[in-house]
Every structure is written in C-alpha cells, then in structure tokens.
C-alpha cells in the first residue's frame, strides 16, 4: 500500500511537471505547482494523498490488530496489566507516526524530483506555501494569500507598511538570522531574535524605546562556538550601550526564574527590566 502511494504520487508530480517546465522562468510559486498541477488524465499531487492517504490509514489501522491476532500475540499483550484502551491509543500513535514520516518523505522526494527536473531551487516563501497548502488539500486558490500577505524581504532595504517602517541588522548565531527595529511616529521597538553579543544589534537598537532580547544562557553560562545565544547579563550590556529606555527579555527557558533574569540584568542596565510573559502589553508612545 505504501509503494502504491509512492509510486502514483510520483506519476501526478511528473505529469505536473511536464506541464509547468514551459512557465518556470514566469511563474513565481513554480514549486507549488508541483503540488497542486494536475494534467489530464492524472489528478494533482494532493489531490492523491487527500484519497489514498486515509486509504493507507485504514489499511495500517486495520493491520495493527488484525496482524497481532494473525501471529497469535495479541492474547499475550491483553494478558499483560495494560488497559485495552491503552493497546489500541498506542496502535494508533504508531500509525500516525507511519504516516507522518511517510508524508515528509514523499514531500522531500517531489522537491528532490522537482530540483533535479526543472532545474530550479524553492526559494523560503515557497516553502512556506508548500508546507500550509498541506493542511488545505481542498482549497483550490492560494490559501496562504487569502489570509495574510506573504513576501520575501530584503533586509538591506527594510520595509515600509503604512507609517510603520522597520529595518533589518544581522545577529550573530548558527543560521542566517535578522533582528528587527519598529519605528512609527517617533515611537520604536527593537527585537534582538537569536544572537550572541553583537555590535550590530547595539546599532539597530540605538535610543530605541523598547529593547526585547532573548537570554537564552544561564549567568556565567558559556555557549558553544561560534556563539549564538546571550545572557540575561549580556542583555543588560547591549540595552546600556544602545542607550534604550526600556529592556524586556524574552526567548529565556521556562525553568529560570523572572526575579533572577531581572536581577542579572540589572548588573549592567539601570534602566526599567521587564521579562516577557503571557498576556504581559506596554503601550509604547
């Protein structure tokens, strides 16, 4: 059943790609297409797991038991103190597991197939599109585009929305990453995102009247190099030398405590300390 899956979503993603390899220098979603292109007489990419994916599901549902009881094992496992409902919760965990890696396979192996095919690399927008069009096999529009405004940004430019404008800097940390200054109306907030100590943030950061900034590591706690992460402390020492009016820290695992986090900072900024909460709102003027 699983090689059935296989190889017919193939044949759809094949005959899709047939169809599109004409527009790939036009088309700006052209991985997405791979997705949902269907050509005569094949039905789309998901158009096939939305009729053979709960196919696969009740054949593994079906075999969980009905193959338990064929080697004669399932009286064995009842014998056990274990609930039935426990046996068949646990079944079905392991079918949803099945089904889930069988899923990211099969998506791996289109863009793999489409890469090799049409020659051209998905770019973060597209994966974007493909990973939500998943969740809404039906919808025949771009869904992701009905609901919000999806756009690949240059952080060398920034941004301009109304009266808001924000501007990118490059953090220091494991993987590409950007943090982020808000200004509207003489009013500002800057978001540090993942970062070790970095002058480029104390730049972005300058004057601002809000400064969030992740403290990742515990006080004293070395990271890995290349560093990627800061401390409360270290926190504290880029609010002082961007001159900000206001440090909440934030991205900081559950078991440290908030009166700990504020006092470490506190060690290097005289200015208000706040940590991140749920339902926690400043205004900012």
């Known amino acids: 059943l699983e090689w059935l899956v296989v190889l017919t979503a193939l044949a759809a993603v094949y005959g899709a790609i047939q169809q ?13 297409r791979l ?16 009729f053979l994916v709960p196919l696969m599901a009740i054949g593994l549902g079906f075999d969980a038991v009905k193959g338990e009881h064929n080697r004669r094992t399932l009286s064995r496992i009842l014998s056990q103190p274990i609930y039935r409902d426990a046996l068949l919760f646990g079944k079905f965990l392991a079918g949803l597991s099945v089904i889930a890696i069988s899923l ?12 090799i095919m049409l020659g051209v690399p998905p770019g ?3 994966m974007l ?12 529009t771009d869904f992701l585009s009905e609901v919000f405004r999806v ?8 941004l301009e929305v109304g009266d808001l404008k924000i501007r ?15 200004d509207c109306n003489g009013a500002s907030v800057t978001y540090s995102a993942d970062t070790a100590p970095a002058e480029s943030i104390v730049r972005l950061a300058r004057e601002t009247g809000m400064f969030l900034c992740e403290a990742t590591l515990r006080k004293g706690g070395d990271d890995s190099e290349p560093r990627g992460h800061c401390s409360a402390r270290e926190a504290g020492v880029m609010a002082k030398e961007a001159g900000v009016d206001r440090l909440i820290i934030t991205h900081y695992p559950a078991e440290f405590a908030a009166g700990d986090l504020v ?23």
């Open 20 to 32: 599109i390899r004409d527009v790939t220098a036009e088309d700006p979603f052209l991985f997405l």
């Open 35 to 50: 997705f949902t292109t269907a050509r005569e007489p094949l039905p789309s990419f998901v158009a096939f797991l939305g």
């Open 104 to 115: 990211v396979c099969l998506w791996l192996l289109v863009i793999g197939l489409g890469l």
């Open 124 to 126: 973060g927008e597209e």
């Open 129 to 140: 599109r493909r990973m939500v069009s998943a969740f809404v096999p039906d919808s025949t």
């Open 151 to 158: 756009g690949t940004y240059d952080p060398e430019h920034g």
């Open 168 to 182: 990118f800097a490059p953090t220091v940390h494991y993987i590409p990453t950007f943090a982020m200054r808000c």
């Open 263 to 285: 006092d470490e900072a506190r060690a290097t900024f005289e200015g208000e300390i706040a940590v991140a909460d749920d339902h926690l709102a400043y205004r900012i003027v």
